[in-house]
Every structure is written in structure tokens, then in C-alpha cells.
């Protein structure tokens, strides 16, 4: 294996642990740390190397992501109310999920309109 597929994993590793670790004494730094931009620089990393460095590969790659963060915080807003009303750990996670792919899905469709 390359080093550019094992890293991902072995960070994605540390970040788990580092949470399990640094929870017990903070919950807002083991969330903020759950939260923080690890994977978008692993995948660039990825990408980048894959294409050569392609600008327009990389353009159309970061041009994803914007469609993927909009829904990932509507996930986070959709777990965060389910857990408000009391919602136990699967359907928090389910409504979670479900807001995702209904967020992503609309944005998918709405790009699809406005490419032609």
C-alpha cells in the first residue's frame, strides 16, 4: 500500500482516540476536534497526487466539497435538535442521515438545473 491510502486511515485512527481520550474532560474540545478539518486535506493530498496536480481535477474536486459541507451541517444541526427533544442514539442518527441526504439531494438536483 501507498502511503497516501494507509495515511488517511491512521489519522482518521488518532482522531477517534484523541476524542475517546479528551472527552472525558472536555466535551466542547473532543467536539471540536471530531469537527476539524482532517479529512478534506488527506483527500486533497489524495486527489492531488493521484492527478499529478491537474488544476482543473483539482478544481472540480473542491468544487464537490462545497456541495458536501452544506449537508454535513445540516446533519449536525439535525442531530444536535434530535438530541434537544430527547431522541435516543439510532434515531438521532437516522434523522441525521436522512436530513443529509435529502439536503444533498436537493442540492445535486439544483446544480444538475443549473448546468443546463
Not at 486533497?44 to 488544476?55: A, D, N, P, Q
Not at 474536486?61 to 430527547?86: D, E, K, Y
Amino acid at each position: 500500500m501507498k502511503l497516501n491510502e494507509v495515511m488517511p486511515v491512521l489519522i482518521s485512527i488518532v482522531v477517534i482516540i484523541t476524542v475517546a481520550v479528551v472527552q472525558k474532560q472536555s466535551k466542547v474540545i473532543a467536539a471540536v476536534t471530531a469537527t476539524m478539518p482532517v479529512t478534506i486535506p488527506l483527500a486533497l493530498w489524495i486527489v492531488y497526487t493521484s492527478t499529478k496536480g491537474e488544476r482543473k481535477e483539482i478544481e472540480r474536486f473542491t468544487g464537490g466539497m462545497i456541495s458536501g459541507i452544506i449537508p454535513t451541517v445540516a446533519f449536525v444541526i439535525a442531530i444536535w435538535l434530535a438530541t434537544r427533544i430527547g431522541l435516543k442514539l439510532t434515531p438521532t442518527i437516522l434523522v441525521g442521515y436522512i436530513t443529509w441526504g435529502l439536503m444533498l439531494a436537493g442540492i445535486l438536483a439544483v446544480r444538475r438545473f443549473l448546468a443546463g
